[in-house]
């Protein structure tokens, strides 16, 4: 089992950056698939972006593509967001997940409690 934080949401205006943390605790977090997801106020859930185990491969959603980037450090057991030209639509509470199956799957077994993201125009 794994459980996961996430941290470095905030206040920010349009075209600024963020970057969000996805901390784990576990000794075999390597071995899980992450995905950042979004949910904004009276939408459903969204897919942002899925990272595989070892951080070879990622994807991202069409909507935030050359914007945003996933990364991973195994040995800090954390899984990131780099979120630059931010739009007043990236507005949402950014959750992060873990499976230890495929990151493609989007089957995530484990979530983190959300971070908010504002952006403001």
């Known amino acids: 089992q794994v459980q996961l934080v996430e941290t470095g949401g905030g206040l920010v205006q349009a075209g600024g950056s963020l970057r969000l943390s996805c901390a784990a605790s576990?000794?075999?977090?390597?071995?899980?698939?992450v995905g950042w997801f979004r949910q904004a106020p009276g939408k459903e859930r969204e897919f942002v972006a899925a990272?595989?185990?070892?951080?070879?491969?990622?994807r991202h959603a069409d909507s935030v593509k050359g914007r945003f980037t996933i990364s991973r450090d195994n040995a800090k057991n954390t899984v990131y967001l780099q979120m630059n030209s931010l739009k007043p639509e990236d507005t949402a509470v950014y959750y992060c997940a873990a499976t230890p199956g495929s990151a493609w799957a989007q089957n995530y077994a484990y979530w983190g409690q959300g971070t908010q993201v504002t952006v403001s125009s």
């Open positions: 576990g000794r075999t977090f390597s071995s899980y698939g």
């Open positions: 990272i595989n185990r070892d951080g070879s491969a990622t």
